[in-house]
């Protein structure tokens, strides 16, 4: 089993919609929980980051951790044309460690 | 934050020859990254450049083949030897360990390379 796993989509939804990205991971030890957001031959921009358990917002984009599951996800409320992206979530081993990346979700907003 | 930049940004090269690309992060880092990405695939490590000292390869890539330098905290280059058309891809450079965080790493926009 990898060690992060993620659906690589693509994800098609119209403007406005909730999308919900998602992530499992098979190290219980991970403490903190990375999304970044790739455009099209762009390097990837880190969006938000969690540490343990819980949700953080912000503005429209929501990153929430279940370790008890193993599970993260990132929510995305009205979506726009401009979210349309390829969004990794990544996992690093610890502090100033590379990061493990899952394989990213291509996401598309229709106008 | 840091801002992060490469060079070359693109290239051409050709079977058996060499590129060396470079990073320059705008304020100092702990730690720095290369990695690869093909199209349309997630990221790959490469290597962990360590100032001063010899770099660290992840299973399935050496030195030979990508040599690294890292002569200060803000600066590293990758170069990818005797090319092949296997070679192709995007090569990214990151920095992780800014001052206030160790957990948040950022990335250069890249390099992407065709070989031929």
């Known amino acids: 089993q990898k060690e992060v796993e993620q659906d690589p989509g693509p994800l098609s939804v119209p403007e406005g919609a909730i999308v919900s990205l998602n992530c499992t991971y098979s190290?219980?030890?991970?403490?903190?929980f990375m999304w970044y957001r790739q455009y099209s031959r762009k390097g990837p921009e880190l969006l938000m980051y969690?540490?343990?358990?819980g949700n953080k917002e912000d503005g429209r984009f929501t990153a929430q951790v279940d370790k008890s599951s193993k599970y993260i996800s990132l929510f995305i409320r009205d979506s726009q044309p401009s979210d349309s992206a390829t969004y990794l979530c990544?996992?690093?081993?610890?502090?100033?460690?590379?990061?493990?990346f899952g394989k990213g979700t291509r996401l598309s907003v229709i106008a | 934050s840091a801002v992060i930049s490469q060079k070359p940004s693109r290239d051409i090269c050709q079977r058996g020859t060499s590129l060396t690309i470079q990073c320059q992060v705008d304020?100092?880092?702990?730690?720095m990254f290369w990695y690869r990405q093909q199209p349309g695939q997630s990221l790959t490590l490469i290597a962990t450049?360590?100032?001063?000292?010899?770099?660290?390869?992840e299973s399935g890539f050496v030195i030979d083949k990508f040599p690294i330098s890292r002569p200060n905290l803000t600066f590293s280059t990758l170069t990818v030897s005797n090319m092949s058309p296997e070679d192709s891809s995007i090569y990214l450079c990151?920095?992780?360990?800014?001052?206030?965080?160790?957990?948040?790493?950022?990335f250069g926009p890249g390099t992407r390379l065709t070989v031929t």
């Open positions: 990151s920095g992780a360990g800014t001052s206030g965080s160790q957990y948040e790493q950022y």
């Open positions: 190290n219980s030890a991970f403490q903190y």
């Open positions: 990544a996992i690093p081993l610890s502090g100033n460690t590379p990061l493990v």
């Open positions: 969690t540490y343990s358990s």
């Open positions: 450049a360590n100032q001063g000292s010899e770099a660290t390869y």
């Open positions: 304020s100092q880092v702990t730690m």
